[in-house]
T-cell receptor, first 115, second 113 residues
Framework: NAGVMQNPRHLVRRRGQEARLRCSPM?????VYWYRQLPEEGLKFMVY????????ESGMPKERFSAEFPKEGPSILRIQQVVRGDSAAYFC?????????????FGPGTRLTVL | AQSVTQLDSQVPVFEEAPVELRCNYS??????LFWYVQYPNQGLQLLLK??????LVESINGFEAEFNKSQTSFHLRKPSVHISDTAEYFC???????????FGAGTRLAVHP
């Protein structure tokens, strides 16, 4: 059973471009979480999705950021018109259920660098 | 609102010495507590968790943590560390509902020979 897959592992964008980060959850997992880790900081929750539904996006910046988890295919975190402050590691986690009793399994992360 | 405080940003220690990484949380409701480890350029791995029951929880590689409700703490300890334990350690909390984790800022453990 493959773990959580994220791609690309490293992404370089110039200011104003779009960044698209992908996350394939573990097989059988229908719950996906996105977290952002700024340099020298802990992870900050961004958004929680189930298949075709955004359950909680309270950690997402109000502009430029969006997330989806379609019925088929990976979850996508999309950042439009990137700025230098978006440079961070973005981690995806998946779990088989929504309860806190279900462990979250983390992917290796995508490190976004905005030039 | 929930929050997690990890009191030490860096902890240097010699190999085979004991170590304690401190974690305090604030929450007005029942919580679930976690410790994750992050090796360089990798994702997070669950080290151990407290959900209910015994307040002392152990991992397979010698770490243990004790949930102390009165002190709102969940400190991580290991009696004898190895070079391979060098990593960043994150304490996290979630409370009921769905499994949204609130992380501390992390503690960088550096084990020296």
């Amino acid at each position: 059973n493959a773990g959580v897959m994220q791609n690309p592992r490293h992404l370089v964008r110039r200011r104003g471009q779009e960044a698209r980060l992908r996350c394939s959850p573990m097989k059988g997992h229908s719950h996906v979480y996105w977290y952002r880790q700024l340099p020298e900081e802990g992870l900050k929750f961004m958004v929680y999705l189930q298949k075709e539904n955004i359950i909680d996006e309270s950690g997402m910046p109000k502009e430029r950021f969006s997330a989806e988890f379609p019925k088929e295919g990976p979850s996508i975190l999309r950042i439009q018109q990137v700025v230098r402050g978006d440079s961070a590691a973005y981690f995806c986690a998946s779990s088989p259920g929504e309860s806190s009793y279900n462990e979250q399994f983390f992917g290796p992360g995508t490190r976004l660098t905005v030039l | 609102a929930q929050s997690v405080t990890q009191l030490d940003s860096q902890v240097p220690v010699f190999e085979e010495a004991p170590v304690e990484l401190r974690c305090n949380y604030s929450s007005s409701v029942s919580v679930y507590l976690f410790w994750y480890v992050q090796y360089p350029n990798q994702g997070l791995q669950l080290l151990l968790k407290y959900l209910s029951g015994s307040t002392l929880v152990e991992s397979i590689n010698g770490f243990e943590a004790e949930f102390n409700k009165s002190q709102t703490s969940f400190h991580l300890r290991k009696p004898s560390v190895h070079i391979s334990d060098t990593a960043e350690y994150f304490c996290a909390v979630s409370s009921g509902g769905y499994n949204k984790l609130i992380f501390g800022a992390g503690t960088r453990l550096a084990v020296h020979p």
